[in-house]
């Protein structure tokens, strides 16, 4: 499997700016708010930090989670504000919304009956309505909803989508219909459903099974294309879903390597993808030393289409690298490790246009949109791609 420096290539040996979470912590995930970016830190601090997006120095520090946090969402507030609000879920079975003026929650969820240990949270476009997963026990994994308006109880919660930890959730952005979630679990299944459907037996729209424990999941469509799902599994291999949730690719993300005498590049594991109206779909890998690759791909569905190698990042954290957000309106590129770094790099969108799942779609173009803060796209036309759903 090929992979060759983009003719844009570039790289960068030196971040803009750093900082560092205090303790032992890892930076386990990045979101943004107008004026800070929200840093969501590993046991054994559990706390969320924010840093000043035009400086990177560290601002507040929110109180988070008493054991294991688990995920740091951007979201629209429910909360009857125009503001933005941050959205985290934890081991301590809590979903706790933040407005980043005070260190204590603005709103705190907690579950009916039983309580589960929280492993990912998304937030529905309107702002309305906010699901979690939760881990396996027993013998039962759940996707929680709830209304924040109303936040002392559960609006429900769906048990048989999923029988192991729901290790991913994502509302599809701009849908004017239905509010649709993409849910994946250990369990190997891909799902998505319709998040309004109160009853489990109806909400869910399909099912796909890649048989093997998925770590991340998203949606990776543009304006000129139904949605389509990219996932990623422990063992780092990483798949292509199309628009009818049929496998499309199926491939070792270490194997797109690159020796010339130039560059040398060998991903070690994914770190995560990024979708937006201007860049189309990216993928960024890791080194266990550190450093951070952005790959693209011209038709993701073929796995004989070659890669390319757009820019590498190196030279600044000494440890796997654990998360990204790039934040395109600034050109930056934040990084979070294991070694407890934050580092914001220099990152334009590539000179060689859009990449698609695709080869024909690449050629239409983007429209614009308007695109969330916290990295989702959102989408103009959606009826063509809620109707794909046959809902």
């Known amino acids: 499997m090929s992979l060759s420096p983009s003719p844009a290539f570039e790289l960068s040996a030196k971040p803009t700016r750093s900082a560092s979470l205090t303790g032992d912590s890892y930076v386990l995930s ?9 840093v969501l830190a590993s046991a054994p601090s559990n706390k969320i930090h924010l840093f000043d997006r035009g400086s990177l120095r560290p601002t507040t520090t929110l109180e988070g989670h008493s054991a294991g946090a688990t995920q740091l969402r951007a979201a629209d507030s429910a909360l009857g504000a125009s503001r933005r ?34 492993l990912s949270v998304d937030v529905s476009p309107d702002g309305n309505t906010i699901a979690a997963g939760t ?15 109303k936040p002392a109880a559960p609006l429900r919660a769906h048990s048989s989508t999923h029988s192991d ?30 998040a309004d459907e109160e009853d489990e037996d109806e909400a869910v729209i399909r099912v796909g099974n890649w048989g093997c424990s998925i770590a991340q999941a998203g949606w990776m469509s543009t304006s000129s294309a139904p949605p389509r799902v990219w996932a990623a599994s422990d063992m780092e291999t ?18 797109p390597t690159v020796h010339t005498q130039d560059v040398s590049w060998v991903t070690d594991y994914l770190i995560g993808c990024h979708a937006s109206d201007a860049s189309g779909f990216s ?65 334009t969108r590539p000179s060689s246009g859009s990449s698609s799942m695709d080869a024909g779609l690449s050629s239409g173009g983007f429209s614009p949109r308007k695109r969330d803060l916290d990295g989702d796209v959102e989408m103009g036309d959606t009826d063509d791609r809620v109707g794909a759903f046959r809902l």
């Open 165 to 194: 930890d729901i290790t991913t959730l994502h509302y599809l952005r701009g849908t004017s219909g239905p509010s649709i979630l993409l849910s994946a679990s250990s369990d190997g299944l891909l799902s998505i459903s319709n």
């Open 283 to 347: 993928v960024f890998v890791g080194s266990n030393e550190g450093d951070v690759a952005f790959l693209r791909n011209e038709d993701y569905s073929d796995r004989a289409s070659p890669w390319t190698l757009e820019r590498l990042f190196v030279g600044a954290h000494t440890g796997v690298v654990r998360s990204l957000f790039w934040d395109e309106t600034n050109n930056v590129l934040l990084t979070g490790g294991e070694d407890s770094r934050l580092h914001a790099w220099t990152c």
């Open 85 to 118: 609000v941050l959205v985290s879920s934890g081991k301590d079975c809590t979903v706790k919304v933040w407005d980043g003026r005070s260190d204590s929650p603005v709103m705190q969820m907690k579950q009916a009956g039983p309580a589960r240990a929280l």
């Open 238 to 255: 990483f798949s292509i879903w199309s628009d009818e949730f049929e496998l499309a690719n199926d491939l070792d993300i270490r194997n």
């Open 135 to 149: 881990e396996l026990k027993s013998d039962e994994a759940q996707i929680v909803y709830w209304d924040p308006r």
């Open 30 to 38: 990045i979101a943004a708010l107008p004026d800070v970016y929200g």
